[in-house]
């Protein structure tokens, strides 16, 4: 488990893996049964249109586009990372740290920094996500116009998610409330628990091999 300088080792060909098990299926075909989407935050950050010479701002407002397109067809379930010192996953963090490590202070009117620069250093990228999290929650406008069907719910450093729907409507969701770090465990946890409760067809937006054999894991199990 641990090289010889006593570092944790890591995995590297995780992604072979997935690439080895992945099919392509039409949109067509399982669009229209997805009532839910549970969105991996960190691999959406990574998607969104990242505006060169623009603020936090303007990538705060594609973000928020991003996910009012898919508040349009079902509810969201948005799940971001967590940053816990000393835990076994700062260890894999501080191996993917690379070259861009200068600490930004963020804020909606401050300059956008570089991608690179946000999303891989982890003061900065924990400041964006807590940015979006925040104008998510509070911005009545978009609630009103864009919750009143579908309802999103947010799962950040907060142990318990928050819930926005009937179009404006906040509510701490106690039942789904977890201290655990690791986003993929979190995101299968509401997977699972949403297709139980609701019995309906659940998508999931995530880039992680992990991810993916979890849900094997629970998906064999039901079998």
């Not at 060909?13 to 839910?36: G, H, T």
Request: with cysteine.
């Amino acid at each position: 488990m641990f090289n010889d300088s006593d570092d944790m080792r890591t995995g590297k060909a995780k992604a072979q893996l997935k690439n080895q098990l992945q099919v392509e299926m039409s949109s067509r075909n399982v669009l229209p049964k997805v009532k839910c989407r549970v969105l991996d935050g960190s691999a959406v950050l990574w998607a969104i249109h990242w505006p060169a010479n623009g603020t936090v701002r303007d990538f705060v407002v594609n973000f928020k586009q991003y996910i009012q397109q898919k508040l349009t067809s079902s509810d969201v379930y948005l799940v971001f990372d967590r940053y816990q010192d000393f835990s076994t996953k700062s260890t894999t963090r501080c191996n993917r740290t690379t070259e861009a490590s200068r600490v930004h202070r963020l804020a909606l009117d401050t300059p956008l920094p570089h991608q690179k620069v946000v999303l891989t250093v982890s003061e900065n990228k924990s400041q964006l996500m807590e940015i979006i999290c925040e104008e998510l929650t509070r911005d009545t406008t978009f609630h009103r116009d864009y919750t009143m069907i579908h309802k999103l719910v947010i799962t950040s450093s907060n142990n318990t998610p928050v819930e926005i729907s009937y179009g404006g409507v906040v509510i701490h969701r106690e039942d789904m409330s977890t201290s655990h770090e690791e986003t993929d465990c979190i995101i299968v946890q509401q997977v699972v628990t949403v297709a139980t409760e609701y019995q309906v067809g659940v998508s999931v937006i995530a880039d992680g091999t992990d991810v993916f054999i979890l849900l094997l894991h629970h998906y064999f199990e039901r079998q």
